[in-house]
């Protein structure tokens, strides 16, 4: 359900990207070949000096095996319109920027994806001031399908907020601070932006519920990481984020406290790849009395909330392969199997798991996931909610098929 698209940059590079899945492919000549092709398309006409656009149209394609899917199943399944953006990036001297719109047809949902100014100040560090990816942990994505892992759930993935953020690169040292004073834009009561992020229920209210009522504000973002390199074709990453913010209640005005903390492997060893991550968060609210502290509303794209655990731990293992190919326009395919858990949950409720089994294609500027996806007590993979007590599995199928442009 929710979509997976690439980040902020040129259409061009968005696509190169995309084909490299993030990893390095070992064929030398593909790489020379790939690089042509990037060339060719940044040279297409731009308008003024610096500033690209481009954007993508994507096409979604699922059959729902799961309790609440009959009606998908009745239907044989669906394809749908999934997401068209538009998006635009430029440079004038050491300043840059990017802006990125969005819609989603299937719950009439647009809005601002991204939209930052940001200044050079030497080659290896950079400021930006806007709309942006607060950098924890596995990065830029902690999967390789697009279903994400369960951390997108919990707001642990893909976090785009308000704010500030310097990055520094010196070598095989990495270093990302941020502070960001609001979540995405839109309104998170109507669910109204894109990532996942703790917000007021649409029926917060007194009692038990008023722990519903909730918002995230004023959060401080740091990650480190180095990568080490084995040879031509090998090298690990290793880093560590936090994250310590705010909450403030809706209903009382009186604010709380968040942290979230990971330690993460990255590791590329030729055509594979190798992620793995344990993150603990854990999120304090001052309710009124009589509210329940253990669960908290998270408000994402179309949907105004579902409840999470307040505090839990959640670990990723992810494997990926990359085997180059000459098919007609089919350059490289990447199978893959990203699991991930959510575990040691405040309201003492069965463990969230989700399994991912796919491939993704490379054709040009055409770019595919095909997923099998099996959860439990995984919101959007049958349940709505991560604090359920079903034991039992449940299976989507999904492919999604977007052209960059």
Known sequence: MMRKLTCYCSAAALAAGASLSGAVMADEARIAELEE?????????????????????RFNVRYDDTDAGS?????????????????????????????????????????????????????????????????????????????????????LEDKLAIGINVDHEQ??????????????????GSSGHYSTEVAPAADC????????????????????????????????????????????????????????????????????????????????PRNPDGANDDIINMSIQGFTGFGT????????????????????????????????TVRSKSDSSRNTEQNVTGMSITAGNIFTYVDIIRGKNQPFVGGQTMVGDDGSWETLYNINIGYYF
């Not at 092709?37 to 149209?57: C, K, V």
């Not at 319109?81 to 009439?108: I, K």
């Open 309 to 340: 655990p307040s505090e839990a731990d959640t670990f990723i293992l992810n494997v990926a392969y990359d085997l180059p190919v000459s098919f007609g326009p089919v350059s490289n395919l990447r199978f893959y199997n990203d699991y991930s």
């Open 171 to 188: 070598g095989p040292l990495k270093l990302d601070l941020g502070f960001f004073s609001n979540p995405a834009s839109g309104s998170a």
């Open 71 to 155: 009606a998908i199943r009745d239907r044989g399944g669906d394809i749908n319109l999934d997401t068209f953006r538009v998006n635009v990036d430029g440079r004038q001297d050491r300043v840059t920027f990017a802006a990125e719109y969005r819609w989603y047809p299937d719950f009439d949902q647009h809005f601002l994806h991204t939209g930052w100014v940001g200044y050079d100040f030497t080659d290896t560090t950079t400021a930006r001031i806007g709309q942006q990816r607060a950098a924890f942990g596995l990065q830029p994505y902690q999967s390789n399908n697009f279903w994400f892992s369960s951390n997108y759930y919990v707001g």
């Open 205 to 284: 209210g007194a009692g038990a519920d008023a722990g519903l009522c909730n918002e995230e504000m004023n959060q401080l973002y740091a990650r480190a990481a180095y990568t080490f390199d084995h040879g031509p074709d090998a090298a690990t990453e290793f880093g560590i984020s936090g994250m310590a913010g705010k909450l403030r209640n809706t209903l009382t005005g009186d604010r709380g406290d968040s942290w979230a903390a990971a330690a993460h492997l990255n590791g590329q060893y030729q055509r594979w790849n190798v992620m793995a991550q344990f993150a603990s968060y854990e999120h304090d």
């Open 37 to 57: 092709r990037i060339e060719a398309l940044e040279a297409s006409p731009a308008t003024g000096d610096g500033i690209r656009f481009g954007g993508a149209l």
